[in-house]
């Protein structure tokens, strides 16, 4: 499917970012600063249900996490990264889903578990 030469290494996340901009990002509230001092903030959730929060910007037709700070396939960074949610510090570089959001915003380039 990819040859080698397409292959990047997954410490390639700090440009990539396409996950941050294509997903929601949907978590138990209890994650937030409400319950947890380290918490995710709460100001940057906003409610889905009575026990769901999702990241502000990620519940959209076209999602972009408010805490994703500067361009895709350039340089990025997380504002929250200590406090992120279970949901961003459970995504493996190179999972399916990965491969997914690059594609979708045409970083064709893949990190090699994929093609394992």
Known sequence: MFNQSEWIDASD???CGACCASFRVS????ETDTL???????ALTEKLNHHRVAMRGTNQKNPRCHCLQGELNQQVSCSIYEKRPTPCREFTPGEPRCHEARLKHGITKVIPAICA
């Open 13 to 15: 996340c700090i440009l």
């Open 36 to 42: 947890q001092p380290d918490g995710v903030p709460e």
């Open 27 to 30: 978590f138990y509230w209890g």
